[in-house]
């Protein structure tokens, strides 16, 4: 991450978005300290789209057969 100073900031703030948006992180310092960041956006994700995610994932897993499960419980006990 690079910085840059308010005043700067404010005189290439176009830039500064720009940059971001192509995955850049800018902080912008203030009397030399860190006081905020910009950032690229993150695209916003609906629940419906993460649960589809999940079902999709859970589909493609393998169940174990009940041969293994047994086994899996069994070694457990020991």
């Known amino acids: 991450m690079r910085t840059i100073g308010l005043f700067e900031a ?3 703030l176009s830039e500064l978005v720009d940059q971001a948006s192509q ?3 800018i ?3 203030r009397r030399g ?3 905020a960041l ?3 956006a993150r695209p916003k994700i609906s629940l419906k789209e993460i649960f589809d995610d999940i079902e999709r994932i859970r589909k493609r897993a393998k169940s174990p057969k009940r041969s293994e499960v047994k086994a899996l ?3 457990g006990r020991h």
């Open 10 to 12: 404010k005189q290439r």
């Open 23 to 25: 995955g850049e992180e």
């Open 27 to 29: 902080g912008i310092t």
């Open 33 to 35: 300290k860190l006081s």
């Open 38 to 40: 910009i950032v690229p």
């Open 73 to 75: 419980i069994e070694e």
